[in-house]
């Protein structure tokens, strides 16, 4: 079993590559999926997130408001760091159940956002960082709701991309067409496929 941790930036396209290494024939694992399981009524994140700020960051149905958690985190570095505090334990077990799990691939892949803001990048055979121009990131966020103000807030909060560079065994660029990050996928994972276990 080969273990890889995929990260990049917040809008870097790191979904859509995964995407692609999974129908490539990759195990894939998605970090936010997991929060946001925790987030639902009855899960240990809206837990935490009651014991940390308050039922008024919950909802009706005790399921976390992420929209209005997401502006107070996103706009304070302490509370976010409070926050991250009390998820993070939670999400890393959850990866490493499945990183461990058997599976019909050989290949495991945990698409994990802030690997290296979290220090989680031991537990993986490889790290792999998705790059990309950050005008880019700001379109698609806007696209998905947000503000262009949001948008860069919320790429300001995070590692920058040559700082996860620096620490990453492979970096893949995200800077053109979705045909380049296809190709850069089918690339990537032959030589996953070719490294010894």
Do not use: C
């Not at 993986?124 to 960082?129: G, P």
């Not at 950050?134 to 790429?155: C, K």
């Not at 045909?179 to 070719?194: D, P, Q």
């Amino acid at each position: 079993m080969f273990s890889i941790a995929l990260t990049g930036g917040i809008a870097s396209g790191k979904s859509h590559f995964a995407g692609l290494l999974s129908r490539l024939g990759a195990d894939v694992a998605d970090a936010d999926e997991i929060v946001r399981s925790l987030h639902r009524p009855g899960g240990g994140g809206a837990d935490a997130v009651a014991s940390v700020f308050g039922r008024s960051y919950l909802l009706a149905d005790g399921g976390t408001d992420r929209a209005r958690l997401g502006e107070l985190v996103f706009a304070d570095a302490d509370a976010r760091r409070r926050l991250e505090q009390r998820l993070h334990p939670l999400v890393r077990s959850h990866l490493l159940a499945w990183r461990d799990a058997p599976s019909a691939s050989p290949i495991k892949i945990a698409q994990i956002p802030l690997l290296f803001e979290a220090g989680w990048q031991g537990d993986w055979r490889l790290s792999a960082t998705l790059e990309a121009p950050p005008e880019s990131r700001v379109a698609r966020l806007v696209a998905r709701g947000l503000t262009r103000e949001q948008a860069r807030n919320r790429i300001a909060a995070q590692t920058t991309d040559a700082e996860r560079a620096a620490q990453a065994d492979v970096v893949i660029r995200n800077m053109a067409s979705l045909e380049e990050l296809e190709a850069a996928a089918t690339i990537f994972y032959h030589k996953l496929e070719s490294m010894p276990t």
